[in-house]
C-alpha cells in the first residue's frame, strides 16, 4: 500500500471503498493539511457510554460469543432516505440519552434517518452533529431508557497489532452480522469525505462489507476500538482489508458533537508525501495563503520535525498534526537545498 501524494491521502493497488450503506458511502478526520486534489476513494459505502476505558485491549479478555451477548444490544442498524432512494448502514448507542455514533458518510444528505434496535423497534432520528474530516456524526432517538444499551469506548491507543476484535453491523442489510479477526496494523491513513485525512486508522482483516460503516470493531474486552469505515478492495467486497477510525479519535469528536459544539480542526496548508531520503516528508504542494505558504515553506521542502518530533514518513506529520489545534504554534524543521532551516507556523482553522 503505497501513496504518491498525501493529505495524508492513502492510495494503493486496489479501491479503496469508502462503506457504508445498501451501496455505499465514506471515511474521516483530523489531519491540519489541505484535502488532496485527487482520490481513490471510488465507492461510497459500506459509539459510546462515555465510559472510557483505558486499560489493555488484552484485560478481561473473552470470546467473540460473549462479546457479541455484551454488546449486540448496542449496535443498531439505520436506514436513510435520501433524494436517489434509500440506503442502509451501522451505528452503536453511546448514551442513555439515546445519542447513536455512525459515519458522516452514512447520513450525510439524508432526508429522513430511521434506527432500529436490537428489539426490531424503530424511531426516527434527527441529526445531532456531524464532522466530514473525521466521517463521525451523532443522531438521536427517543427510545425508553431501558431499551438503550451504550457501548464502552476503549483507549485505542492500548491496541496491538494482532489483537483480537470483533466487528458487529449490517452488511447487505443483514443487521447484527458478527465478524472477527485480528488488528492487522495500525496507524493507517485513510481519505475522509471532505478528502482531508484520518490519521492513526486501525487496520483489520475482519470482513467488513457495504452495510457495516458506523458499526464498532471492538476489542476482546468488548469495548468500542474504532468505527468501522473503509475497505481496500479490488471487487468491492470484502477481502480483508478494512480500516476503523479509532476510538480517541471518536471520543474526542463525539463529546463535542453531543455537547453541541462545531468540532474545529487545525490547518496548516500542504499535500505531503513520502520523502525519498531516508528520513522527512516532501511538502509535495504548498497552498498559496496558508500558515505554511506564510510561515515560506514551499513546494519541495523536506520536513524533518515538526515541534521535536522526528519525521520518517507523510504518515507522521498527520499524526502530529491530530493533536493540533487551532491557532498552536508549531516549529517545523526543514531541509531545503542541502540546507536545515526552521519555520514557524501559527495554524489556521481548516476551510469546510
Known amino acids: 500500500m503505497t501513496s504518491s501524494k498525501r493529505n495524508i491521502a492513502l492510495a494503493g493497488a ?94 450525510s444528505g439524508a432526508t429522513s434517518i430511521t434506527v432500529t434496535l436490537w428489539n426490531g423497534k424503530s424511531y426516527k432520528a434527527h441529526l445531532v452533529g456531524s464532522d466530514s474530516s473525521t466521517d463521525l456524526a451523532v443522531v438521536r432517538i427517543s427510545a425508553p431508557m431501558s431499551t438503550l444499551t451504550p457501548l464502552t469506548v476503549g483507549n485505542s491507543d492500548a491496541v496491538q497489532v494482532g489483537s483480537p476484535v470483533v466487528a458487529i453491523g449490517s452488511p447487505f442489510g443483514l443487521s447484527e452480522t458478527v465478524t472477527s479477526g485480528i488488528v492487522s496494523a495500525l496507524g493507517r491513513s485513510i481519505d475522509a469525505p471532505n478528502n482531508f485525512t484520518i490519521a492513526n486508522a486501525i487496520q483489520t482483516d475482519a470482513p467488513i462489507n457495504h452495510g457495516n460503516s458506523g458499526g464498532p470493531l471492538l476489542n476482546s474486552a468488548g469495548q468500542v476500538i474504532g468505527v468501522n469505515a473503509q475497505i481496500q478492495s479490488q471487487s468491492g467486497g470484502s477481502e480483508g482489508v478494512g480500516f476503523a477510525i479509532p476510538s480517541n479519535t471518536v471520543r474526542s469528536v463525539v463529546s463535542q458533537l453531543v455537547a453541541g459544539k462545531s468540532v474545529a480542526h487545525a490547518y496548516f496548508g500542504v499535500q ?12 509535495a504542494q504548498v497552498l498559496p495563503g496558508t500558515p505554511a505558504a506564510k510561515a515560506g515553506l514551499k513546494s519541495g521542502d523536506v520536513v524533518v520535525k515538526l515541534d521535536g518530533r522526528t519525521i520518517q514518513s507523510a504518515d507522521d506529520v498527520s499524526s502530529v498534526m491530530d493533536a493540533k489545534k487551532p491557532g498552536d504554534v508549531m516549529k517545523v524543521t526543514y531541509v531545503r537545498g542541502g540546507r536545515t532551516a526552521v519555520a514557524t507556523v501559527t495554524l489556521a482553522t481548516r476551510p469546510s
Not at 20 to 26: K, N, Q, R, T, V
Not at 55 to 69: D, H, K, L, N, R
Request: glycine letters at 14%; zero cysteines; hydrophobic letters at 40%.
Open 14 to 107: 486496489g479501491v479503496l471503498a469508502i462503506l457504508a450503506l445498501g451501496a455505499g458511502a465514506g471515511a474521516g478526520v483530523y489531519s491540519s493539511l489541505a484535502p488532496t486534489s485527487t482520490t481513490t476513494t471510488v465507492v461510497r459505502d459500506v459509539g459510546s457510554t462515555g465510559a472510557i476505558q483505558n486499560a489493555s485491549e488484552t484485560s478481561g479478555a473473552i470470546s467473540v460469543p460473549a462479546v457479541y451477548q455484551r454488546t449486540h444490544k448496542g449496535v443498531v442498524d439505520i436506514v436513510v432516505g435520501q433524494s436517489r432512494g434509500s440506503a442502509e448502514g451501522s451505528g452503536w448507542v453511546y448514551d442513555t440519552k439515546g445519542d447513536i455514533v455512525t459515519n458522516e458518510h452514512v447520513v
Open 272 to 283: 505531503v508525501r513520502d520523502s525519498s531520503s531516508p528520513l522527512g516528508a516532501e511538502l
